[in-house]
């Protein structure tokens, strides 16, 4: 049986949500000023960049793990480029991992395009409608 998942939103402002998972952990995502959002959250393209940089990260600290790399931190930054249009979807996306500790840059390299081209979940389900680049940097 394939695995479900389900997230509960809730209004809590104006433009203001919590998004919740059956565990009880929980996010804020809030709207722009005009819809009466009070910077109080991530907008919503903002946590998809989040989920794709927190679905790689993970991917990256276990290959890391198996490769025996002692990866003491990791800082991803993601930038998404969107059109000028309405919708205003990614037209591009860079994501930039950014690794601390003594590590192999090209082990570190290697996590990185593998949770990017083969593992990311999320990454996956983008690719097939924006263009997605990374580099791996040492810290």
Do not use: W
């Not at 679905?55 to 198996?66: F, G, P, R, Y």
């Not at 490769?67 to 930039?96: C, K, M, S, W, Y």
């Amino acid at each position: 049986m394939a695995a479900k998942m389900q997230v509960k939103l809730v209004q809590t402002g104006a433009a203001k949500f919590t998004a919740s998972n059956h565990a009880g952990a929980s996010i804020v995502i809030d709207g722009p000023a005009d819809m009466g959002g009070e910077n109080a959250g991530l907008r919503p393209m903002e946590t998809l960049l989040a989920a794709l940089a927190a679905c790689s990260a993970m991917d990256v600290l276990l290959i890391m793990k198996k490769q025996r790399q002692n990866l003491e931190r990791l800082e991803i930054e993601v930038d998404g480029e969107r059109a000028d249009a309405v919708p205003a979807v990614f037209t591009a996306i860079h994501v930039r991992f950014k690794g601390y500790g003594p590590i192999d840059l090209k082990q570190f390299q290697k996590a990185v395009d593998l949770s990017i081209q083969k593992y990311c979940s999320v990454t996956k389900m983008l690719q097939t409608a924006v263009a997605i680049t990374s580099e791996a940097v040492l810290g």
